[in-house]
Structure formats: structure tokens, C-alpha cells
């Protein structure tokens, strides 16, 4: 999931650069959820056009618009709402580890509230990542196909 920009070394140099953290010992690496999701809303589709036929840039006003919503729509709708619940269940973790963060606090237990606010981050983070994916609705879909 890495990538990077060009940019000139005097942007470089003068710019902080901020780095998202997405994994955390105890919890499944997220990348293959991504990766997941982008198999789902892309593989099925891409594969269905390709079979019909079709290929990027043919005409879309003709039959492959046709062919389009029949291949595609079904997977991108099938990973815009598993976007969505994995949203609302991060959203229920990061609940909980507020909560315990606070207690553990309340307790005097500095390791352990920060162990818990180091996860909520990586949640969180996780979950703007896919809050974004699902934001964009069609466009990310749209730009990928």
C-alpha cells in the first residue's frame, strides 16, 4: 500500500510529512482487506467485460453500457457495503477502547491507556481510509474502470 509523489527536494525539505499508521500487532494487517475489496468491486467486473467482449475505451453509449451495469454494478455495490460495515464495526472498537483507555487512566495505568489509544489510532485510521473509499461513491470505482 505503499506509493509516493515527485516533488522537488526544497518541498521536501520544508514539508512534514505525516504517516499513517494502519497496523498494530494484535490486529489482521489491513492490506489485504483492501486488497480484497478492490478484487471484489474490480476482478468480477473487469473479468465479465472481458469475456463480453469489451475492452477500455470501446464506445459506452452502445451495448457495452448495457454490458456495464450487468458486470459491474453487482461487485461494486457488493464492496461499497462491505466498506460500510467494516466502518460502522471499527467505529464500535473505537468506542470500546475509549472506554478503556479511560478507565486504565482513571486507574493510574499509563502503559496500558496508551496501549489502548495507539490501537484506537490505527482504528481510526483504518476507518478514514475507508470512510474516503466511500465517500467518493461511484469515483473511485469510475476512475479505476
Known amino acids: 500500500m505503499g506509493g509516493g509523489f515527485l516533488c522537488s527536494s526544497s518541498v521536501r525539505r520544508n514539508t512534514k ?10 490486529l489482521e494487517p489491513f492490506e489485504p482487506t ?10 468480477q467486473a473487469l473479468r465479465g467485460l472481458a469475456r ?15 454490458m ?26 473505537i468506542d470500546v477502547l475509549k472506554r478503556r483507555e ?22 481510526q485510521n483504518r476507518q478514514l481510509v475507508l470512510r474516503s473509499l466511500n465517500a467518493t461513491r461511484g469515483s473511485w470505482i469510475g476512475s479505476r474502470v
Not at 499513517?20 to 500487532?25: F, G, K, N, Q, R
Request: hydrophobic share 40%; charged share 25%; glycine share 6%.
Open 102 to 123: 479511560a478507565t486504565e487512566r482513571a486507574h493510574h495505568n499509563a502503559s496500558a491507556a496508551s496501549s489502548h489509544r495507539r490501537m484506537r489510532t490505527v482504528l
Open 34 to 43: 483492501i486488497r480484497d475489496l478492490m478484487a471484489c468491486a474490480y476482478g
Open 17 to 26: 510529512l505525516a504517516t499513517m499508521l494502519l497496523d498494530h500487532s494484535p
Open 68 to 93: 456495464f451495469k450487468a458486470t459491474c454494478l453487482p461487485g461494486f455495490r457488493e464492496s461499497q457495503d462491505a466498506v460500510a460495515t467494516m466502518v460502522l464495526d471499527l467505529e464500535g472498537r
Open 52 to 66: 463480453a467482449g469489451l475492452k477500455p475505451g470501446d464506445e459506452w453509449h452502445t451495448e457495452a453500457a448495457r
